[in-house]
């Protein structure tokens, strides 16, 4: 909760930084608890007023890399749903981990999945967007 406050303070091009549009984030639990944390049900503030918590949308894009050990699959989406009410995972194409394979994702593909997911990041109307994610997406990203 101190986290969630002394970010809340800090300006983000004008905005305070819980003061989001639209949150993306991984669906694997880790990235959903923290997304929680950080944006849950608490509203931002902007101007002196009120900004309802922002949407927070679960895209498979945005994972860990995946493979071979069970900490990079991800549970049910049924069951993800469960925990998380507020996330919207409508836009997960299973409710079950068919990503998630005996053989380690390569790096060539994460970047083509990075590439893919900013792809769709920028068609999207919202203007101000947080994405919760992990070290190895970011890494081949960048």
């Keep these: 909760k101190a986290l969630k406050e002394i970010l809340s303070k800090r300006p983000s091009g004008g905005r305070p930084f819980t003061a989001f549009n639209l949150v993306v984030v991984s669906p694997l639990t880790r990235a959903c608890e923290t997304a929680n ?3 849950g049900e608490t509203p931002g503030t902007y101007g002196g007023e009120e900004v309802p918590p922002p949407r927070i949308l679960v895209r498979e894009e945005c994972r860990e890399r995946y493979g071979k050990y069970v ?33 380690r994702e390569t790096p060539l593909a994460i970047q083509d999945r990075a590439i893919e997911f900013l792809q769709w990041l920028s068609s999207r109307p919202e203007r101000c967007v947080a994405v919760v994610t992990h070290h190895e997406f970011l890494r081949h990203l960048f």
Excluded: K, M, Q, Y
């Design 71 to 103: 900490c990079d699959s991800r549970r049910s989406g049924a069951e993800l749903e469960t925990e998380f009410p507020r996330f919207d995972f409508s836009e997960l194409e299973t409710n079950e981990d068919e990503w998630h394979t005996d053989e």
């Design 37 to 39: 944390i950080v944006f």
